[in-house]
C-alpha cells in the first residue's frame, strides 16, 4: 500500500480534510500498469483511514481515475518520453471548503518544452491523437495544464461519487473496520464487482474503457495462447459473465480441429461438468466477425442456474480466426446490446493476443530449426582427445550469432572452429550458414589452416560486397557488412600420422580476431596458444598465418567467445587482470567435461544478472 505522506490541511476541528500520495515511475512501457496499480492501491488505503473517506470512493471515481491516469501516463511516456510523476489528492467535504469533495490527479513528466497539442490542430494536420485529455474533459469536472521551467503538468479533478448536497452518514462505528475491508479490497481486486443487470448500462459506459484497458495490458505480454485463454477466462467471470470457455482453432489450414483450451466457471465445482457438455458440440469452423446466440449448456449448471443467456463470439484477426469465446450468464434471456458490443472489443484483444503468441511460437521454432541446422549433430569421437562443448544462446527464439564445429577432414586430420559473428538473428544465421559449410569444404580439399582462413575471408568480402544479402532478406533488414571472428585448427593425433611418436596430438590454429585460446598444461601453467590476427570479412587482401605446437598428454586447450570473455560485473570484465587464465589454472586435474562446467559456472556466478551476450566453449584435452 502507498505510504499516505504528512501534507493535509487540518481545519479548526483537527480532523484532516485531505489524503495525498505521490509516486515516481519509470519513462518506459510498464508505467501505465504501475499507474493504474498505484492509483487502485492508494484508493484502497484511504477507504481505510480516519476520517473515513468511503463514502467519496465509489465505483465510479474508481474507474475513471484509473482510466484517465492510464491515459495520461501512456501520453507522456509517449510523447515526453521522461520519467513520470503521478499524484492523487483526496479533497473531504470541510467548511470553507468544496461542499462535494472529489479527487485530484497530477501528472507530470519533464519535458515541458513539448506543449500539448489539441485534437483540431492534430485534424488539420491529418494526424490522430488527443484522444486522453478528451476523456479528461470528459470526465473531470476541472482540468488543465501547467507548465513550469523544467516540467509540465497535466491536472485534473473529478466529483466524488455522490449527489450533490447529499451529506452521507457515516455506518455505525461496529460496523465500519469490516465495511473499510471490504471496500478495498473491492477496489484492489475488480473482478469481484459484478455487471449490473441489463436495464443499468452506467457500468459500460463509463468503466468498460477502464475494464478493456486492463485487459489489453494483461493480454499484451503473453506469448503461449493456452495462457492467453487463461487470463481471457479470469478477466470476464465473474465481471461479465458467470463461466466461459475459449475454444482455438489448430495453427493450420481453416476449419482445423478446434481444441477446448480453457473453461472457467464463477463455482468451481461445476468447471468439470461444463467441460464435458461443451466438448460435445465444438463452435462450427467460419469466420463471421460477430457475436452471436449460443444454446445455454443446462444440464453442466444446477436447478438454479437452468435458464440463461449464451454468446459465441469468433476470435478472428487479420481475416484469420483462431478460435471462439463463449460465455454465459444466468438468468438473462439474452445480453444487452452494450454489453455484447463491450464483449466483442474484449474478443478482438484476445484474438490478438492469441495471434502475436501464435506468431511467437512459429518463430521461435524456425530459429530453433535454423539454429540446430547452423550447429554440428554432435562431437565426434577424437581419438586421443577427451572433447566438451558450451553454447548457450541469450535467447532460445533467435538465432545466436555462435556458432563452433568438429569434424574429420581425411588423412588422420580433425579440424576444429569456434566462431561469433556480429549481432544475431537472420542476418548473423545467414553468415553462419555461408562460413561454416565453406570451411568443411576447404579442409576436406585439404587446405591448410591459414589457406582456409585466408579463402573464407575473400568469401566473406565478396558476399559483403554484392549485396546479395540484402537481396534475399528484403526491406527492413540490417544487410550491411558482417564481420566474423573465428578460432580455427586443426589436430592430428599423434600415432595416425606419418612419423607421429604415441599419445597426445600436433595442433595447429590460428585466431582471426577471436579471442585467444589458452593452453593448460598438465603442469598447471597457463598461456596464449595463438597471436590475434585481424577479423573475416574486413579486406579481402587479409593474409593469415597459423601456429603449431604439441598437445601433450594432460595439456587442455580452452577455446571460447566474447560472451565469456567480456561479461560485465559492473564496469569489470570477467577476463580484466587474466581472469579467464586464473579460472583455467584452478581447472588443473579435471577432465574436458570438468573444465568446461567450471568455467561455465564461474561465468554465471561473475555477476547476478543473467549473461547479455551468446556464451559459447570448446575444450579439447589430450590422453
Not at 98 to 112: A, F, K, N, W, Y
Not at 119 to 137: I, P, T
Not at 298 to 317: F, I, K, R, W, Y
Request: a negative charge; hydrophobic letters at 40%; charged letters at 25%.
Amino acid at each position: 500500500m502507498p505510504d499516505l505522506l504528512g501534507s493535509r490541511t487540518v481545519g479548526p476541528d483537527s480532523i484532516p480534510r485531505e489524503f495525498v500520495s505521490r509516486t515516481s515511475l519509470p519513462g518506459n512501457q510498464l508505467a501505465a500498469s504501475a499507474a493504474r496499480k498505484f492509483v487502485r492501491a492508494t484508493l484502497a488505503e484511504w477507504t481505510t483511514q480516519e476520517p473515513w473517506p468511503a463514502e467519496n470512493i465509489g465505483d465510479h471515481l474508481v474507474d475513471d481515475a484509473v482510466l484517465l491516469v492510464s491515459e495520461l501516463v501512456t501520453n507522456a511516456v509517449i510523447h515526453a518520453g521522461t520519467a513520470v510523476e503521478l499524484l492523487c489528492r483526496l479533497e473531504s467535504p470541510a467548511p470553507g471548503g468544496r461542499e462535494d469533495g472529489g479527487l485530484v490527479v497530477e501528472v507530470s513528466d519533464h519535458h515541458p518544452a513539448r506543449v500539448v497539442r489539441d485534437r483540431a490542430e492534430l485534424a488539420r494536420e491529418g494526424r490522430d491523437g488527443g484522444r486522453g485529455l478528451q476523456l479528461v474533459s470528459a470526465l473531470s469536472e476541472e482540468w488543465g495544464i501547467t507548465y513550469r521551467r523544467d516540467l509540465k503538468t497535466i491536472w485534473c479533478r473529478l466529483a466524488a461519487d455522490r449527489e450533490p448536497g447529499v451529506t452521507l452518514p457515516l455506518p455505525p462505528e461496529a460496523d465500519r473496520a469490516l465495511l473499510r475491508g471490504l471496500r478495498a479490497t473491492e477496489i484492489l481486486a475488480p473482478t469481484a464487482h459484478r455487471l449490473p443487470r441489463p436495464h443499468d448500462s452506467e457500468w459500460i459506459n463509463r468503466g468498460s474503457l477502464s475494464f478493456l484497458a486492463e485487459a489489453s495490458d494483461l493480454l499484451a505480454g503473453q506469448l503461449d495462447e493456452d495462457m492467453v485463454a487463461s487470463l481471457a477466462g479470469q478477466l470476464l467471470v465473474p465481471r461479465l459473465a458467470d463461466w466461459c470457455a475459449v475454444w482455438l482453432s489448430g495453427d493450420g489450414p481453416e476449419g482445423s480441429e478446434p481444441r477446448l483450451a480453457r473453461v472457467w466457471h464463477a463455482a468451481e465445482s461445476r468447471i468439470d461438468g461444463l467441460r464435458m457438455v461443451l466438448e460435445k458440440e465444438p463452435p462450427p469452423p467460419g469466420s463471421r466477425a460477430g457475436a452471436v446466440p449460443w444454446p445455454w449448456p443446462a444440464a453442466a449448471q444446477g436447478t438454479d442456474e437452468a435458464v440463461g443467456a449464451a454468446l459465441a463470439c469468433p476470435l478472428v484477426t487479420g481475416g484469420r480466426r483462431h478460435g471462439t469465446l463463449l460465455l454465459g450468464r444466468t438468468g438473462l434471456m439474452r445480453f444487452p446490446d452494450e454489453v455484447i458490443g463491450l464483449i466483442e472489443d474484449f474478443a478482438r484483444r484476445v484474438a490478438l493476443a492469441v495471434g502475436t503468441a501464435r506468431q511467437y511460437t512459429r518463430q521461435a521454432m524456425i530459429s530453433r530449426v535454423l539454429q540446430r541446422g547452423l550447429l554440428p549433430a554432435g562431437l565426434g569421437a577424437v581419438p586421443g582427445l577427451d572433447t566438451a562443448v558450451v553454447y548457450e544462446p541469450t535467447r532460445a527464439d533467435v538465432v545466436g550469432g555462435d556458432f563452433y564445429d568438429l569434424f574429420p577432414a581425411g588423412g588422420g586430420r580433425w579440424c576444429f572452429a569456434l566462431g561469433d559473428v556480429q549481432g544475431n538473428g537472420p542476418e548473423a544465421a545467414a553468415v553462419t550458414g555461408l562460413a561454416r559449410p565453406v570451411m568443411r569444404l576447404l579442409a576436406r580439399e585439404g587446405y591448410g589452416v591459414a589457406e582456409v582462413l585466408d579463402r573464407l575471408n575473400r568469401a566473406l568480402a565478396d558476399e559483403a560486397a554484392s549485396a546479395t544479402l540484402g537481396d534475399a532478406l528484403g526491406p527492413g533488414w540490417d544487410a550491411g557488412p558482417r564481420f566474423l571472428s573465428l578460432l580455427y585448427g586443426e589436430i592430428v593425433p599423434e600415432g595416425v600420422g606419418e612419423g607421429a611418436a604415441g599419445g597426445g596430438a600436433l595442433c595447429t590454429l590460428a585466431s582471426a580476431g577471436h579471442p585467444l585460446p589458452l593452453l593448460l598444461t598438465s603442469g598447471g601453467a597457463v598461456r596464449p596458444a595463438a597471436a590475434p590476427q585481424i577479423l573475416l570479412g574486413i579486406t579481402d587482401d587479409a593474409r593469415y598465418r597459423s601456429e603449431s605446437f604439441r598437445l601433450a598428454p594432460g595439456d587442455t586447450l580452452l577455446c571460447v567467445t566474447d560472451g565469456v570473455t567480456e561479461r560485465r560485473n559492473g564496469s569489470r570484465q570477467f577476463d580484466d587482470d587474466d581472469g579467464l587464465a586464473a579460472v583455467l589454472a584452478a581447472c588443473a586435474g579435471l577432465g574436458a567435461a570438468g573444465v568446461a562446467e567450471r568455467i561455465r559456472r564461474a561465468v554465471h556466478e561473475y555477476d547476478v544478472a543473467p549473461p547479455d551476450d551468446d556464451l559459447a566453449m570448446l575444450v579439447l584435452q589430450a590422453h
